[in-house]
């Protein structure tokens, strides 16, 4: 008997009954997009959760994407950022005309603060950090050196949805925050991505560039580009809302569970989270002391159809679509973790027997490993 196969990540789901009747109303007013009731619902109670003026997008790049647009830097412009991040932060970058400068990461996966005084220069016009895995970067360093040089600093928090630092919303932080709703997000509205704004000026400016600049039916002010969340999307948000705080408290014992079971194995270190963090246990990241031994263990979770992730490798900076382009940048901690990471299955409602799978396969590979030594 085949064994059930198991993905890195399992999208959580309102009851169906409750999606179906919520987006009912769709049928009688055909009214399925350009900012409709849904929309505004859902920007003003995902407003009112991360205690930030949000502007919805139809996904997390495009949320990135504008939001980094919105800032009109010079054609050319230098950005300090991660290398170990989803692909999507360096494209919007890139994709504004910008030049990614890309700095080392510390022990905690995101960016290291101490390196990024070195890599301004006389054209560095902003900061893109990203909080990792749902640990938060060093913020009040990043906002210190923001502000001694006159930089703009814009967070991808797409793993840090729900996250509060000493109590403050994560969203707060920053120029701008942007967060995803990918269906593979702790929370989702299938697909989808917020930015977060801190004056009315900066919602108005998102709001031309995501719908063509129009303003009414004959007037349109600037160039723009179509990036508007539709109903169904922000049906599937309002719906995933209400059931985020009890998804988070499954997540925690899910991650609990594993750091039990893999506590002490010789070879492994484990993630710790911050106690001035509230955690959305985003992800389970567990970093080998061996590159060659992660690759052994995720070909062996594999062949148990256990679909674990090199999450992230190879390094954006090292993408084939950048031809070696940043192959010199001093990444010597990140290309480390890229070749030694790896994330395990992680959602709402993994269960105990699978997570003893999981565990199960990787202390007897890493055991079959110490043997070979």
Not at 84 to 93: D, N, V
Request: aromatic share 12%; charged share 25%; net charge negative.
């Amino acid at each position: 008997m085949s064994e059930k196969k198991l993905l890195v990540t399992r999208s959580s789901m309102p009851p169906f009954e409750e999606y179906a009747e919520m987006i009912k109303p769709l049928w009688e007013s055909r009214w399925l997009t350009n900012m409709g009731e849904y929309h505004r619902m859902f920007e003003k109670e995902i407003g009112d959760y991360l205690e930030s003026r949000v502007s919805l997008t139809v996904n997390g790049h495009m949320a990135l994407e504008l939001a980094i647009q919105s800032m009109n830097f010079p054609a050319g412009s230098e950005v300090i950022t991660t290398p170990f991040t989803f692909i999507s932060t360096t494209h919007a970058i890139v994709r504004n005309g910008l030049t990614p400068v890309f700095c080392d990461i510390g022990e905690d996966f995101t960016i290291d603060v101490s390196k990024i005084e070195n890599l301004i220069t006389e054209r560095t016009a902003a900061i893109v950090p990203v909080h990792v895995y749902g640990n938060i970067c060093n913020v009040e360093e990043i906002e210190r050196i923001a502000f001694k040089y006159g930089l703009k600093v814009i967070y991808d928090a797409a793993h840090a949805f729900g996250e509060r630092y000493h109590g403050r919303s994560i969203a707060q932080y920053g120029d701008m925050s942007i967060f995803s709703f990918h269906a593979t997000k702790v929370f989702h509205s299938i697909e989808g991505g917020a930015v977060c704004c801190r004056t009315n000026e900066q919602y108005e400016t998102l709001y031309n560039l995501k719908n063509f600049g129009i303003r009414s039916e004959e007037l349109t002010v600037g160039v723009g580009a179509n990036a508007k969340m539709n109903e169904f999307q922000a049906a599937m948000g309002l719906c995933n809302l209400k059931y985020i705080t009890q998804e988070i408290g499954k997540r925690k014992l899910a991650v609990e569970r594993y750091q039990e079971l893999l506590a002490g194995t010789d070879g492994l270190w484990l993630n710790r989270r911050r106690e001035d963090v509230e955690s959305n246990y985003a992800y389970f990241p567990i970093l080998f002391e061996d590159a060659e031994q992660r690759d052994v263990i995720y070909q062996k979770l594999r062949e148990h159809e256990i679909y674990a992730r090199k999450y992230f490798y190879p390094l954006t900076a090292d993408a084939a679509c950048f031809k070696n382009k940043y192959r010199n940048a001093n990444l010597k901690r990140a290309r480390y973790v890229t070749d030694r990471i790896l994330t395990l299955p992680l959602y709402a409602d993994i269960t105990e027997e699978e997570q003893n799978r999981v565990v199960s396969v990787i202390k007897e590979g890493m055991a079959q490993g110490r043997m070979r030594l």
